[in-house]
């Protein structure tokens, strides 16, 4: 098993760009989540899903979208970049809601 | 929200030493979990906690959920240098019920001088 993929690695943004970070697993897990990692401080959840077609805002969702149309896949969408979003991205997963498997992360810079 | 304090928030230590970290809170949780952060990398699960005054090890890492459920405690014997990272707590409540309960601490950043 792959477990967690995510893709890309690395991206810069100009200031109102748009983008889709992808996420994949391939674990059959239901549950399935979207953080974002600032330096120095813990993951903040930005949205979440409970299986597919079923989506749910986290503690932080403004300015980002999601979409779950397939167990599988969980991709987050970032409409109008602004520089606020420069983080790292993780999705994670899991097959009840306590044990969440992390991807490698997606290292973002909006200029 | 929820509020996770750890601490220490970091650590240089000598390896060969054991290494004791925590995580409290002034809010109950109903499960704990550690996670350990590789520069570049994303948090790997080391232990879950799912019942007060549990005791569970995995190889030298011993994790133990607190007795007042506000606090649990990571320990690790005999660093090596691969024990190097962040270690985080996450802790789970059931208020709301939802997926979304998981609170992460800030991280502990652990430094072995060789």
């Known amino acids: 098993n792959a477990g967690v993929t995510q893709t890309p690695k690395f991206r810069i943004l100009k200031i109102g760009q748009s983008m889709t970070l992808q996420c994949t697993q391939d674990m059959n897990h239901n549950y399935m989540y979207w953080y974002r990692q600032d330096p120095g401080m813990g993951l903040k959840l930005i949205y979440y899903?409970?299986?597919?077609?079923?989506?749910d805002k986290g503690e932080v969702p403004n300015g980002y979208n999601v979409s779950r149309s397939t167990t599988e896949d969980f991709p987050l969408r970032l409409e109008l970049a602004a520089p606020s979003q420069t983080s790292v991205y993780f999705c994670?997963?899991?097959?009840?809601?306590?044990?969440?498997?992390f991807g490698p992360g997606t290292r973002l810079t909006v200029t | 929200g929820q509020q996770l304090n750890q601490s220490p928030q970091s650590m240089f230590i000598q390896e060969g030493e054991d290494v004791s970290m925590n995580c409290t809170s002034s809010s109950i949780f109903n499960t704990w979990l550690w996670y350990k952060q590789d520069p570049g990398e994303g948090p790997v699960l080391l232990i879950a906690?799912?019942?007060?005054?549990e005791l569970t090890s995995n190889g030298r890492l011993t994790a133990q959920f607190g007795i007042t459920r506000k606090d649990s405690f990571l320990n690790i014997s005999a660093s090596i240098p691969s024990d190097v990272g962040i270690y985080f707590c996450?802790?789970?409540?059931?208020?709301?019920?939802?997926?979304?309960?998981?609170?992460f601490g800030k991280g502990t950043h652990l430094i072995i001088q060789p």
């Open positions: 994670a997963s899991s097959h009840d809601i306590y044990e969440q498997y």
């Open positions: 899903s409970v299986g597919a077609g079923i989506t």
């Open positions: 996450a802790g789970y409540t059931y208020s709301g019920g939802g997926a979304d309960g998981l609170t």
């Open positions: 906690l799912y019942k007060a005054g």
